[in-house]
């Protein structure tokens, strides 16, 4: 940004780009680098501000050259920030967040200028007018590049599933959301959307992918029900649900429109060993939030660790598509799981019942199914969820990181 090299957070979730000034004196932004004022910037007379559920940041709307890789914008709106506020910057290292979500649900107005996303996407033709991202398991392996794919993933389209971006009765995309249609467990037991959706026009939960929130999170009638189901769970007095360690579960998330496809989460990926090796209570990937504001489920980290993902922007005759690859063997991570975590003591989950895809109807044991409650949608709130999931999500933060493929 104006020639000065800053780390900033990839989010799908929102889609602003800011980051800190050198006005930014607080500890929360502390030992960060930090943008300093150059000729090419120039100043507007608008405020920024974000408040979310957990901290908050706020500064003044700017214009600045703005390189990506080798793709360049200038000038490019974002937002200088001399305030943040619970936000652990300077834990993790990173200078700001750069959006790369829908105009719509953008903090800077869109009459102060495109968001970089759309700037970005302005380079490429209609077949590479899309960003390809992939959470690894580790610093090296995660992936974020433009107009391509990374061959270290995918050479090809061959095996990705496309789904337009679920937009609801406005019929203009907000976030990378797609309808869910079931969470299947360990293959059978599942859950089935029974009421219908809160979203405007949704027959189906919809689902936001967010690589901003860490976990999945859904509405706490669900996500309770599917604890309970797994069974050998707890909830803290903090509300976080934790499963003993040993517990070995295959998570399935049934997502897209007529053409659903189950998509298959490593186990270790919904229990989280962490902090003192000795407790035998791990972290549960799947946590309730009731304020989820933009969709129904936000599918954080957890599920886009197990997933290849590409965004596509609009074309001449395409809405904005979502393409998802699974990229976890079911067998092999299940077997990798219990190899590490040992035999589970405890009696296999009750349940069963089958996912049909394509529209039929689910078949579910009765234990199995419960009802979706669904919220509606609002910018702010939504961007709470994500920096409450930030926030917690720093003991994380060195297995998030992703470096640029371009
Ligand atoms: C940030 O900038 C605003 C507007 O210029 C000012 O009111 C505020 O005091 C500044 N905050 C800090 C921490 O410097
Ligand atoms: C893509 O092609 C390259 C070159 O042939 C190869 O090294 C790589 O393994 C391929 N990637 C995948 C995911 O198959
Ligand atoms: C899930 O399925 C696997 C493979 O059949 C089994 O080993 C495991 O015990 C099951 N987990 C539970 C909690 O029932």
Redo the contacts with the bound molecule.
């Keep these: 940004i104006g020639g000065q090299e800053m780390e900033v957070i990839f989010d799908t979730g929102s889609s602003d780009l800011w980051v800190v000034s050198s006005n930014c004196t607080q500890a929360d932004c502390d030992g960060v680098a930090k943008y300093s004022q150059t000729p090419t910037l120039s100043l507007s007379n608008h405020s920024f501000s974000l408040s979310y559920l957990v901290g908050s940041v706020s500064g003044v709307v700017g214009f600045e050259t703005v390189a990506v890789g080798p793709y360049q914008i200038s000038p490019q709106v974002f937002a200088l920030a001399n305030e943040t506020r619970g936000l652990n910057l300077s834990v993790a290292g990173d200078s700001g967040i750069l959006g790369l979500s829908f105009p719509l649900s953008a903090a800077i107005p869109p009459t102060s200028g495109k968001t970089l996303l759309e700037n970005l996407f302005s380079y490429f033709d209609d077949a590479h007018r899309f960003f390809a991202f992939h959470l690894g398991g580790d610093l090296y392996d995660s992936s974020l590049s433009l107009g391509q794919l990374d ?5 090809s389209t061959d095996g990705f599933t496309y789904t337009p971006v679920y937009t609801g009765r406005k019929g203009v995309p907000d976030y990378w959301k797609l309808p869910l249609h079931a969470i299947t467990l360990n293959g059978s037991a599942s859950f089935s959307s029974l009421a219908p959706s809160r979203v405007p026009g949704s027959a189906t939960p919809i689902a936001v992918l967010d690589s901003g929130t860490t976990f999945v999170l859904g509405p706490s009638a669900d996500v309770d029900a599917f604890w309970n189901l797994v069974g050998a769970s707890r909830k803290t007095d903090g509300g976080q649900w934790q499963v003993k360690c040993s517990r070995a579960v295959t998570v399935g998330f049934v997502l897209g429109n007529d053409d659903t496809r189950e998509y298959i989460v490593d186990p270790h990926d919904i229990s989280w060993k962490e902090g003192d090796a000795a407790d035998e209570w791990c972290t549960g990937g799947i946590q309730t939030n009731d304020h989820i504001n933009s969709g129904d489920w936000i599918l954080g980290d957890t599920f886009l660790r197990n997933v290849y993902v590409t965004h596509h922007g609009a074309t001449t005759n395409k809405p904005p598509l979502i393409g998802l690859l699974n990229l976890t063997d079911p067998a092999s991570s299940l077997q990798r799981f219990q190899d590490e975590r040992g035999n589970d003591p405890l009696s296999p989950i009750q349940g069963s019942g089958e996912v049909h895809r394509h529209g039929e109807r689910l078949r579910l044991s009765a234990g199995a199914i419960c009802g979706i409650v669904v919220v509606g949608a609002f910018l702010v709130g939504a961007f709470g969820v994500w920096v409450f999931q930030l926030y917690m999500s720093r003991r994380q933060r060195s297995q998030e990181k992703v470096s640029a493929v371009m």
């Design positions: 061959p270290a993933l995918a050479n």
